[in-house]
């Protein structure tokens, strides 16, 4: 699975069962195979059940070897051209497969789902006027937020930045000076149980693990679908403990109902109504627990029209707008690998899990907690989300979007890496036209105005293109004109800056040795935190965790194991 991504490069989308399709009318829509399940729930619906047992395929959607890509690829397309979009989202909707339409932001905005969920706030903006924009995008049963107005008129004033400033360093060279350093994270004593799968359930709890938090992953006998992702899977689940239980075992209800006495947090992300056909629902252990905090992630919220479809992020990628925006107005939308409704669901989870903590010392009470990938998709394009009259165009990107303008863009050197370029001043511009003479002669707002595929974008690279990455990064750092290098993942582990913040880890994992994968995301200087271990093996810590939280003895355990409760 560590090369999931490699080969061409495919902007519908390099799985051939989690992709972009053309529909006979010219429309797209995403469909979304994250798991057997779905692949074969596909094949079905597609009148062909033999592509299930293709010995080509048979490891579909993510075990597919990258030379059957393609064949797959052309069988799929051809039948997904032969019917218009609405239609095949009604025939896979019937079928239970995950898909969605590609969207533009306006049309998403005026989405009944989105209503439903309040993400559609019209506020008046001293200086835009009437404005459409997101609402919150986590829900707190007990203690909701709201939106108090539209943004600042003007800014803070010089002297109260100072001020705020000055107030602000102070009391943190006093706190600094008052204590030692404690090696607990600042949530230590927080236990948490993570019911939750792949990348949108999973990181936020992960997130909660290097604050301090000790987490108890709870999987099936099966495990975790993820598991097949190999390294990706680590990396959504570092610091936790796994126990592995059969939950149609009444025996496995009752180690939870137990588990979660003593809990703080619950984090699920099932399709809404599963929990609660285990009796794991926020409800039922809240009786067991009232101060229980209980995060629900789904993938269109636990309320309206579309509240029970299955979400995978793509699909929030595609009905969001932003697949439409990369795209631009003339293009093919772009599908993004980086799975950014996914990663924004589990930041905001772990978020709304802090403040709903904060709001259990004021009150002593426990409270159920949401978000979505949907919520997420529009708060991660919060700029992007905003609707008024005279609005710019924001949705003008194409496939090989490498920049905003001419002067904010990648462009490619003569050894075949890669630099992106930002000049955001008069001084950078003439900088620049210095250390690459000749360019046009341009007063700088008419450079800054280029677009990125104009003539300056055209000289600038054919600039690039005759020397080679470095010598173009030192030119441009001895002129004081900003640019890096463009990344390729494996470069990360060695980048003197990221080094330098401890932004890498060492871990030592049960099956592979050492790991190297991120390090502490946040700092604190009194509760600096560790990283504990790395992903656990499926069920790794099951006799630990029963011992150490319910009391179980070694001949109580292996009889739940030789019944087939816990693994």
């Not at 009150?363 to 159920?368: A, I, K, L, P, S």
């Not at 441009?476 to 004109?481: E, R, T, Y």
């Not at 200087?525 to 992903?535: D, K, L, N």
């Amino acid at each position: 699975m560590t090369t999931l991504y490699h080969g061409p490069q495919d902007p519908l989308g390099p799985i051939p069962c989690y992709r972009l399709f053309e529909a006979a009318d010219g429309k797209y829509l995403f469909v979304a195979c994250g798991n057997t399940t779905f692949w074969g729930k596909f094949a079905l619906a597609l009148e062909r059940p033999e592509l299930v047992s293709d010995p080509r395929f048979e490891n579909a959607p993510w075990g597919i070897a990258a030379e059957n890509w393609q064949p797959l690829k052309d069988i799929l397309e051809p039948i997904m051209r032969t019917r218009a979009r609405d239609e095949w989202l009604r025939i896979l909707r019937e079928n239970d497969v995950p898909c969605a339409p590609v969207m533009t932001r306006q049309e998403f905005v005026e989405h009944p789902q989105v209503e439903a969920l309040a993400m559609r706030r019209e506020i008046d903006d001293p200086v835009l006027g009437c404005t459409v924009q997101p609402g919150i995008p986590v829900g707190l049963g007990e203690t909701p937020g709201q939106i108090l107005g539209p943004a600042p008129a003007a800014p803070v004033s010089a002297d109260a930045a100072r001020l705020t400033a000055t107030d602000g360093a102070g009391a943190s060279r006093k706190f600094a000076a008052a204590s030692k350093p404690d090696r607990a994270g600042p949530l230590d004593g927080v236990t948490v149980l993570d019911f939750a799968s792949y990348i949108a359930g999973s990181y936020g709890p992960m997130i909660l693990a290097q604050l301090g938090a000790n987490v108890i992953k709870i999987e099936s006998l099966e495990g975790d679908s993820f598991r097949h992702f190999g390294f990706g899977f680590l990396g959504w689940n570092q610091g936790k403990r796994g126990l592995a239980l059969n939950l149609q075992a009444p025996e496995a209800i009752d180690i939870v109902h137990g588990l979660a006495e003593k809990a703080d947090i619950v984090v699920e992300n099932l399709r809404p109504g599963r929990m609660k056909r285990f009796g794991l629902d926020y409800e039922s252990l809240a009786r067991r627990n009232p101060r229980l905090i209980y995060m629900s992630v789904t993938g269109f919220g636990n309320r309206g029209p579309e509240h029970n479809q299955p979400g995978f992020d793509p699909l929030l990628q595609a009905r969001s707008g932003v697949m439409a925006a990369q795209g631009g107005h003339h293009g093919h939308p772009v599908y993004l690998t980086c799975a950014i409704c996914d990663y924004g669901a589990a930041m905001l989870s772990a978020f709304g899990c802090l403040l709903a903590l904060r709001a259990r010392n004021r009150t002593g009470r426990g409270q159920f907690c949401e978000t979505s990938l949907l919520q997420a998709a529009m708060a991660f394009q919060a700029g992007e989300f905003i609707f008024y009259k005279g609005r710019p165009d924001m949705e003008n990107g194409n496939a090989e979007y490498r920049g905003r303008s001419a002067l904010a863009r990648a462009y490619q050197c003569k050894d075949g890496e890669w630099l992106f370029l930002c000049v955001e001043s008069g001084r950078e511009w003439d900088s620049l036209r210095r250390v690459f003479a000749p360019l046009p002669p341009l007063a700088y707002e008419a450079a800054a105005s280029e677009p990125n595929d104009g003539a300056l974008a055209e000289a600038l690279s054919a600039t690039f293109a005759a020397i080679g990455r470095a010598e173009a990064l030192s030119r441009l750092a001895g002129a004081g004109v900003r640019a890096t290098q463009v990344h390729h993942f494996k470069d990360l582990f060695d980048d003197p800056q990221i080094v330098a913040n401890d932004l890498i880890a060492e871990l030592n994992h049960s099956e592979w040795g050492k790991v190297w994968q991120t390090g502490m995301l946040m700092k604190f200087s009194q509760t600096q935190g560790r990283i504990e271990r790395a992903a656990p093996l499926h069920g790794e810590h099951t006799d630990e965790i029963l011992r150490d939280y319910l009391g179980f003895d070694g001949k109580r355990i292996a009889a739940l194991r030789a019944r087939g409760i816990i693994k």
